[in-house]
């Protein structure tokens, strides 16, 4: 199946039932006349509930809009993203849907032991520069059945929730590969499939912190809170994964922990932070750009050096 494919739909469109009563040509060029009609309305019914994946940069606001400080060029489509050994990989589940509308969201690994699946609901927090989401609630068991608009939430208007998916591969995962898909009930089927690809580095074992750990604001953008932890260099610790700043930072320490691994004159500190300036420059000539899956890049290149080293050195 592939991505957004809808199931649950065979056949073309039941015609009313007053068509029982006409016959011949008559009865059939009112049935052809009326067909397209019918299957714009059911494209349309189709189109108005979605389910869409983006990377942890990209926070979406309850219309379906990415945040403004999260806009920088065109978000990277989740077709197959590379995960670390003993390292999370997060991404935003965003559900769509008119008013009123519920559903049941399921997440699916196939083999259904290939990582640990834990699944946030995320609240959002009005900020000046509009709806942010930020605060997280882990879901006990799936499938999450929902609401729209959010009733814990209540925000005016809400077409769009969003969830955090956080996925854990263990540190003697096998490098391979694995399918996963979000699969959105909503009286048809809509599915979102992603090849998760598990590389060889192994990240070391993090230390999550129970006191406070400063955080940028909500309404700062998510490659700023990715770019603080790889600064605080002597404060490499993870907060609770209590918000989606908590996440991007603890994935980031992530990095930081792999690069550690790394000669020093290729993904020593320094050296991080010029590749992160390279990506992400902010002087007078060539100014800083917006958003934050420019840290992706950053990511790609670590995984990409980290790579480098033979299986045997993890």
Partial sequence: MGAGELTGYGGYPTLPPETANESGAGAF???????????????????????????????????????????????????????????????????????????????VPNPLNACRVALYREHYEKTPAGWVPDRLTELTHL??????????????????????????????????????????????????????RVIAPRVPDLHVSTAPVPLPPVSAGTGSVALGALLDQPNRTCPPPETVRAIIRRNAVQDAALASRLDPSIAGPRQLLERAETLHPGNGTNPRTTGGEWYLRLRDWLYAEAQRMPVEFW
């Fill in 29 to 107: 060029a009112c049935q052809l006349l009326r067909l397209p009609i019918l299957l714009a309305v059911t494209a349309c019914a189709l189109a108005a509930q979605s389910v869409d994946i983006y990377s942890e940069f990209s926070r979406v606001d309850p219309s379906g809009e990415i945040v403004p400080a999260d806009r920088g060029g065109q978000p990277r489509e989740i077709l197959s993203p590379a995960v670390a050994r003993n390292a999370w990989a997060s991404f935003h589940v965003v559900v769509s849907a008119p008013p009123n509308t519920t559903y049941l969201l399921y997440v």
């Fill in 143 to 196: 499938p999450d059945f929902g609401a729209m608009p959010d009733p814990a939430d209540g925000v005016d208007g809400q077409t769009t929730r969003a969830y955090l998916l956080d996925l854990w591969i263990p540190p003697n995962a096998d490098v391979a590969r694995f399918r996963l898909e979000v699969q959105l009930k909503v009286g048809y089927w809509i599915v979102r499939p992603m090849e998760v």
